[in-house]
């Protein structure tokens, strides 16, 4: 937080109000700085890349989040090497998915007519497959829109500990999480994990984000929005929340936000940003009041 003459001599309630209106400040900021990332080479490598993992059925995709839940983006051993680059470390286990197995087929019309006429498609059941996360992958470096928050941060042990005060769930600075996950909310085992090593802007930026789940989140499956949209919301949160304890995240969470709203129509996002106004106002509060007190 600011330590001016001026900002000590506000009220607590003028400074609550203060930090309120820097993180709308920073949201009203949001939305164009995803539409600049929209409109650089880098989005367009980034969606060029993008294009080349598979679409996968609901049954599919509720088979992976079973087996790793964590999985972010997934390709087949022989895909991992042939479009990208990486190989699948050895002693990684696969994460099974069901195959469609289609034949050719033509029916009595189809015999009847030209030689080349196209053969029909025909599913004849499915068999098991494999598909690997990029966590379990080493090699060429995919495509990223956003670099890490590589800030230091002004009385970064008291801020951490802010955050930590005011977090339902411990946090925890920890080695041992995946290649591509900087931390991570687990409802389920009741914890924060932060990675530890990151730069001290990061690792605040990645508290916030993960305290934004928790908030959030906090709720059976079929309760929440899509995985895509939470990531969305828990990362404008983060970047709101930042901006009022005077940290610019922009170039990180620009980037990252438009990477996960993707295919979100104007009306979703708008709804959205209510539900960030409303969470990064409940976080602020919270802060202030442990940082005040």
């Known amino acids: 937080m600011k330590t001016n003459k001026d900002y000590k001599d506000m009220t607590r ?58 999985a972010t983006r ?19 286990r696969g994460i099974e998915i069901l195959v469609p197995m289609v034949v050719k087929s033509k029916n009595e019309e189809d015999e009847a007519t030209e030689e080349d ?15 690997f ?23 970064f042990d008291s801020l951490m500990g802010a955050i930590e005060a ?19 909310f687990s409802r389920r085992m009741g914890y924060i994990a932060v990675r530890k090593g990151m730069p001290e802007g990061q690792t605040v930026k990645t508290a916030l984000h993960e305290l934004a789940h928790s908030v959030m989140h906090d709720a059976d499956a079929e309760e929440l929005p899509d995985r895509a949209m939470r990531e969305v919301q828990a990362e404008s ?4 929340v930042s901006a009022a304890l005077g940290l610019d995240t922009s170039d990180y969470s620009f980037g990252y936000v438009a990477s996960w709203a993707v295919g979100k129509t104007e009306e979703e996002m708008r709804q959205c940003m209510q539900a960030v106004r409303d969470a990064a106002k409940q976080i602020l509060d919270r802060l202030q009041l442990v940082m005040e007190a």
């Open 13 to 70: 309630q003028e400074r609550r109000e203060a930090a309120q209106a820097k993180a709308q400040a920073a949201l009203d900021r949001l939305g164009d700085g995803i539409r600049s990332v929209w409109d650089s080479e880098e989005w367009a490598k980034w969606l060029r890349t993008l294009a080349k993992f598979h679409d996968y059925s609901l049954n599919n995709t509720m088979l992976i989040a079973m087996q790793m839940p964590e």
């Open 74 to 92: 997934v390709a087949s051993y022989r895909s991992w090497k042939r479009d990208f680059g990486r190989h699948v470390r050895k002693g990684e």
């Open 117 to 131: 006429t196209p053969k029909r498609k025909k599913l004849a059941g499915f068999r098991v497959g494999h598909v």
């Open 133 to 155: 996360d990029v966590s379990q992958t080493e090699g060429e470096p995919l495509p990223e829109i956003a670099s890490q928050v590589r800030a230091d941060v002004s009385d």
């Open 166 to 184: 005011v977090s339902a769930y411990p946090i925890e600075v920890v080695d041992g999480l995946p290649p591509e996950t900087n931390g991570l």
């Open 237 to 240: 949160v983060a970047y709101a």
